[in-house]
């Protein structure tokens, strides 16, 4: 193995080339169905952007440095479509509830924290860090009501290079009082207040999206006045969609005149349109939910560990697949517990095997639906949702030519057997069992978050 330095990182990476070429064994998804897996190939990044992956270097491409890992695995930077930045503190904690109390036991008093901008300096400082050595590159993520917590969470995320769409969330009803905006008016205000304090921080990867955290945090009036600011401003929406059996059924005792939970979120205004919605979850959807989740182009955060950990359900997302519609993974922590998206590519193929196994029992339902819509998801969908299937909504991702350039060089060496391994066994190694430590470089639209320098790297040697 070649000898490597650790020449470091992050605010020095203004030094970094723009244009530049990584070589290694390059794994990345061409489709839900297909994985390329390539050694010893050529990455090509221009200006953050990826110039595609070749087996040989194109003449023109080789003027530009040449980094190479080779023996290393390449993979581009994953996606985490939703995470609560609030409950990184404690996850692992309370995971003998279900949803609804979990939220009141749990969720809502660690939240009130946050009104306290040195409690969330230290929180938000730790969670930041984790993200930064961890293997995702892009982040839906949602903050607290609190405007002050909100912008030191986007300050931090911004400094450490990481792309995110990060949301103030808004909540006037069934909370805490130390959580409850007073009135929707009042968390209209707070909202357009924070949104107006973004801008002028001028980010350049922290993009604020509205949050209300889900129809029942929120008033009629509420949700009705956020819908409107999302169409009229084209900002993009994120929250939770038919999670828990018991939340849907509050959902349609709160929304008695919607045709369902999505639909809810459709008439205020809230599901797509003229910007993105995220929504997390989708276990226990309608045949008519999906229609419009399809229509609208809405993505959902498949959220296989939360979940389990929250005893929501196993969401159908074979069906969500062939349908057509855009699902990424979420690690949903502190409902999940594991900040990796790794970790959310197993869970979500456990998982579909659990769905296989019960049948149309999973659907609570004796008529199920067809045989093709249980088939368990494979390495191929898993890896596709956590990285190009998720990283879409940012056109990041993958390694096609024209994605903005997020790369992964992993030393998987010590998860070596004592058989050889394909590229693509590599991968599925790496999906299981690699840890932050196995990252020993990662870029972010084209700029390094940190590195290990290999020793030749400005000698090219492309044949
Ligand atoms: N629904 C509303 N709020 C939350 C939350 O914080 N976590 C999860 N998993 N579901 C929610
Ligand atoms: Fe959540």
């Not at 992956?53 to 080779?70: C, G, I, M, N, Q």
């Not at 519609?325 to 869970?347: K, Q, Y």
Request: aromatic share 10%; charged share 25%.
């Amino acid at each position: 193995m070649q000898k490597m330095t650790d020449v470091s990182t992050g605010r020095s990476a203004g030094k970094f080339p723009a244009n530049f070429v990584l070589r290694g064994d390059i794994a990345y998804s061409k489709s839900p169905e297909e994985l390329s897996c390539r050694e010893g190939a050529f990455l090509v990044c221009r200006e953050g952007v990826c110039g595609g992956v070749f087996p040989r270097l194109p003449a023109e491409y080789s003027p530009f440095p040449l980094y190479d890992y080779r023996g290393k695995l390449i993979i581009p930077g994953l996606t985490d479509l939703h995470i609560h930045a609030s409950q990184f503190g404690f996850r692992g904690l309370g995971m003998d509830m279900e949803l609804l109390d979990w939220l009141e036991k749990r969720a809502f008093p660690e939240e009130a924290k946050f009104h306290d901008g040195g409690y969330a300096r230290r929180a938000y400082g730790l969670f930041v860090e984790a993200l930064r050595r961890g293997p995702g590159a892009r982040f839906c993520v949602f903050a607290t009501i609190h405007t002050e917590a909100t912008l030191i969470l986007q300050d931090l995320l911004e400094e450490s290079g990481l792309v995110s769409m990060t949301g103030k969330l808004s909540m006037d009803r069934n909370c805490p009082e130390a959580l409850r905006e007073k009135s929707a008016a009042g968390a209209l205000k707070n909202a357009e207040e924070w949104l107006d304090l973004s801008e002028k921080r001028n980010y350049r990867n922290t993009r604020p999206i509205l949050t209300p955290r889900f129809i029942p945090s929120c008033s009629d009036e509420l949700l009705y006045s956020l819908g409107k600011l999302a169409q009229d401003r084209g900002l993009p929406v994120q929250s939770h969609l038919s999670e828990n059996r018991r939340e849907i059924a509050w959902v349609r005792e709160l929304c008695p005149g919607a045709s369902h939970y999505a639909g809810a979120y459709r008439d205020f205004g809230l599901f797509g349109g003229e910007a993105p919605a995220i929504m997390a979850h989708c276990v226990w959807p309608e045949d008519e939910e999906l229609a419009l989740i399809k229509e609208r182009g809405v993505f959902i955060a498949h959220c296989p560990q939360s979940n389990a950990n929250v005893a929501s359900g196993i969401a159908p997302v074979r069906r969500l697949l062939n349908l057509g519609i855009a699902v990424g993974l979420g690690t949903d922590v502190a409902g999940g517990i594991h900040s990796s998206i790794f970790r959310a590519m197993g869970d979500a193929i456990q998982a579909s095997k659990l769905r296989k196994v019960l049948g149309p029992a999973a659907e609570g339902s004796p008529s199920g639906g067809a045989e093709e819509d249980y088939r368990p998801l494979g390495l191929e969908e898993a890896f596709w949702m956590g990285s190009a299937g998720g990283g879409a909504l940012f056109n990041a991702g993958s390694f096609e030519e024209g994605r903005e350039f997020d790369a992964l060089v992993l030393d998987d060496g010590d998860l070596a057997a004592p058989f050889p391994l394909s590229v693509r066994e590599r991968l599925e190694r790496a999906v299981y069992l690699s840890e932050d430590r196995h990252i020993i470089g990662k870029w972010v639209r084209g700029r390094p978050l940190f590195m290990i320098m290999p020793e030749n790297r400005f000698e090219n040697t492309g044949e």
